[in-house]
Antibody
């Protein structure tokens, strides 16, 4: 079955870049039927979609307006994974970060990573 | 962005009784091109990621017990648990993807009375 395994640091200093990776098993990041998303959850902001990457003959990205100037989501086809980079972080970026697969057609997020609690603090 | 508002914020229901959660979107999430409502429900238990329960407002994900059902169209939706079980204690979220960005409700906590 499809699984997503997240990795990355749980503590990031203010103004630095938060970087997380999501390894895919049982599916392909290059699939024509899925999208690969990052979503975060915090008590103050709830569940917040951040961005996605997907392949439809070419690679595409979409990002939330709230983080558009700071975010990059990249596919890594050689490792079958995708990554999140969020620059210039502040304590407001403290949250549990999830990667998730989006199902083309239904637009639902059917497979989620285990979550990574990221704290922004010096 | 489409704003999703759930009610109530929490509810306590006796075992075996019905639980009803409402979700209202700030604009319609119905696509007439395919006759689908782009409304999804998730269940989240402590320390776990959200789990997909229902998509297209009323289609149960594979493996989800049939005591979970979704209904509604346009801007008003409902998740019903027909006979609450102990393992259903969780926070439930609705989410729309009619238009980008996908947005979530604030969540409804379901507890045992």
């Amino acid at each position: 079955q499809v699984q997503l395994q997240q990795s990355g640091p749980g503590l990031v200093e203010p103004s630095q870049t938060l970087s997380l990776t999501c390894a895919i098993s049982g599916d392909s990041v290059s699939s024509n039927s899925g999208t690969w998303n990052w979503i975060r959850q915090s008590p103050s902001r709830g569940l917040e979609w951040l961005g996605r990457t997907y392949y439809r003959a070419n690679w595409y990205n979409d990002y939330a307006v709230s983080v558009r100037s700071r975010i990059t989501v990249n596919p890594d086809t050689s490792r079958n994974q995708f990554s999140l980079h969020l620059s210039s972080v502040s304590p407001e970026d403290t949250a549990v970060y999830y990667c998730a697969r989006g199902v083309a057609g239904t637009a639902a997020f059917d497979i989620w990573g285990q979550g990574t609690m990221v704290t922004v603090s010096s | 962005d489409i704003v999703m508002t759930q009610s109530p914020d929490s509810l306590a229901v006796s075992l075996g009784e019905r639980a009803t959660i409402n979700c209202k979107s700030s604009q319609s999430v119905f696509k007439s091109s395919n006759n689908k409502n782009y409304l999804t429900w998730y269940q989240q238990k402590p320390g776990q990621p959200p789990k997909l329960l229902i998509y297209w407002s009323s289609t149960r994900e594979s493996g989800v017990p049939d005591r979970f059902s979704g209904s509604g169209s346009g801007t008003d939706f409902t998740l019903t648990i027909s006979s609450l079980q102990a393992e259903d204690v969780a926070v439930y979220y609705c989410q729309q993807y009619y238009s980008a960005p996908p947005t979530f409700g604030q969540g409804t906590r379901v507890e045992i009375k």
